[in-house]
């Protein structure tokens, strides 16, 4: 097992490289996980900052003190890839971001689309923005990652039309077999640059927003023969993506 990981908001440690993590970080360390001296720790501001530090002791329920020896900084990935998410019922966004994080994906795009029965609007629309946004960072943690994907506010069609048009790889599964959709096992992907994936609602993305997304870039592509759902497909396709491009190695 990789050392467990924990967010922090800056990298200053005092003398000796000493350095206290408390707050709700420091009570899940010591109160949770129950760590104890000698233990190795990660520590990162989820933007690709990160330290490899050992556990010295404890103070209280809520304080652990580490010694941390060096900063780093891991590069983004390359291809960066963002996938856009229509809005699923209920809790299945939360459970399509957590599995994205997991898998690698750099960046997550709500998507309002025509056909999604879950509507943001007002205060829920940014409570539910801010579930998103929570369950990537633990997911980040749970998967030891050290930049966690950007969650960003939710976007119109007209938006992720745009988004479309500026990345270097623009795909929308779309699981109308009559409709000529390409296997994106076969697509030719870049090796860097961006790649933006569409993921429809339950009820598949319709026409007008299809053709508009044709009108900016991109083509429309099958995983295979059976139908995911959306709270599945963005995590089914980004694995894919991320061994064809060696992202996974």
């Not at 019922?89 to 029965?117: F, H, N, S, Y």
């Not at 749970?142 to 048009?165: D, H, I, M, N, Y």
Request: aromatic fraction near 6%.
């Amino acid at each position: 097992m990789t050392a467990p990981v924990f967010v922090v908001e800056h990298f200053n440690p005092g003398g000796g490289g000493r350095y206290v993590l408390d707050g709700p970080e420091g009570r899940h360390a010591v109160s949770v996980k129950r760590l104890r001296a000698g233990e190795d720790v990660i520590l990162t501001d989820g933007a690709g900052t990160w330290a490899d530090c050992v556990v010295i002791g404890t103070e209280g329920k809520d304080r652990l003190i580490v010694r941390m020896d060096s900063v780093c900084e891991e590069p983004p990935e390359q291809p960066r890839i963002t996938v856009v998410q229509a809005l699923p019922k209920g809790d299945r966004g939360e459970l399509a971001v957590e599995t994205m994080t997991e898998v690698g994906v750099d960046a997550i795009v709500p998507w309002q689309a025509a056909r999604c029965i879950t509507q943001w609007k007002g205060d829920r629309g940014q409570k539910s923005l801010a579930k998103w946004r929570a369950t990537a960072r633990e997911a980040g943690k749970q998967s030891r990652r050290v930049r966690f994907p950007e969650v960003a506010e939710a976007a119109t069609t007209k938006q992720v039309a745009a988004l479309l048009a500026r990345a270097d790889f623009a795909a929308v599964l779309h699981s109308d077999f009559e409709y000529g959709s390409e296997p994106l096992a076969t697509a030719e992907l870049p090796a860097e640059g961006e790649i933006v994936l569409v993921v429809g609602p339950e009820g598949g993305v319709a026409a007008d927003e299809l053709e508009l997304f044709r009108q900016a870039g991109a083509k429309a592509y099958v995983l295979g023969r059976s139908v995911l759902r959306t709270s599945t497909a963005g995590t089914a396709a980004a694995a894919l993506l991320l061994g064809r491009t060696g992202r996974w190695d």
